[in-house]
């Protein structure tokens, strides 16, 4: 199916990473033209960009004048833009109970996850708000929507991009005019290269699992096909506001 792709141009935030990087990579294989974000990965975004025949841009987006050079730096490279995909963020590595969880690592998460993407998602649709066209996709998480005990910050941090700010967005996008579109995937377990290669415990993906109608973990690539069909305005221009959960059918209670 044409997505109507080619020749479209796409910046990708944390372009380097597991996800980022299969999302740069669909995108390339319709034919756009895309500039892969980083923050401290430039050897693998660089690389990225070499074998896509792309542009890589460094910025630390929770810096407002780094994130505000982001998107004009994109278009000056790539002589316009028309997506962008705002994927960067950090998932905390330890279990913290909030009892026990310091302000710091608190307001360093939402940092990282909140105000990084309402930085880039401003920066963005000020560019939108030029051109009168362009496609927002957000990537959040699961545990925006379920929660997820000992990582209180970062469920918050995605329950607020799901929640108020898309929901604000894609209203205010509209304001631009009907070629301006929001949307957002949230990925529940996906199997990105770094956990394959830490090694994927079988009842860490058990119990992952046991909430999930698909009895298997998601792959960078179910995520990146699915930012690309609400990227697209040919497969999903009458779209805006959604949010697709690709999470294998997870719901809040176990699922035999």
Not at 19 to 40: K, L, P, Q
Not at 67 to 85: E, H, I, K, R, S
Not at 200 to 227: C, F, N, Y
Request: proline share 4%; charged share 20%; hydrophobic share 45%.
């Amino acid at each position: 199916m044409d997505t109507g792709l080619d020749g479209r141009s796409v910046l990708v935030t944390g372009g380097a990473g597991g996800i980022g990087a299969a999302v740069c990579r669909a995108f390339a294989a319709e034919g756009a033209r895309v500039a892969v974000h980083f923050h401290t990965s430039a050897g693998p975004a660089e690389q990225l960009a070499r074998e896509l025949g792309g542009v890589a841009l460094a910025a630390d987006l929770r810096d407002e004048a780094e994130a505000d050079g982001l998107v004009p730096a994109a278009v000056g490279l790539l002589g316009g833009l028309d997506v962008c995909v705002a994927n960067a963020g950090v998932y905390p590595p330890e279990d913290v109970p909030v009892w026990d969880l310091s302000l710091e690592r608190w307001e360093e998460t939402l940092r990282t996850n909140l105000t990084a993407t309402f930085l880039t998602s401003r920066a963005f649709l000020r560019h939108a708000a030029a051109t009168g066209r362009g496609s927002l996709v957000l990537v959040a998480s699961t545990a925006g929507s379920f929660g997820e005990a000992g990582h209180s910050d970062y469920a918050a941090a995605k329950a607020a991009l799901v929640g108020g700010f898309l929901r604000s967005l894609k209203n205010e996008a509209a304001r631009i005019g009907d070629g301006v579109r929001v949307n957002a995937v949230a990925p529940g377990w996906v199997a990105t290269p770094k956990r394959v290669e830490a090694g994927i415990d079988s009842g860490h993906v058990e119990r992952a699992t046991a909430t999930m109608a698909l009895k298997k973990l998601a792959t960078p690539d179910d995520v990146a096909a699915q930012v690309v069909v609400l990227a697209s305005d040919r497969l999903s221009g009458h779209l805006s506001g959604e949010v697709v959960t690709v999470a294998g059918g997870m719901e809040g209670r176990l699922v035999p």
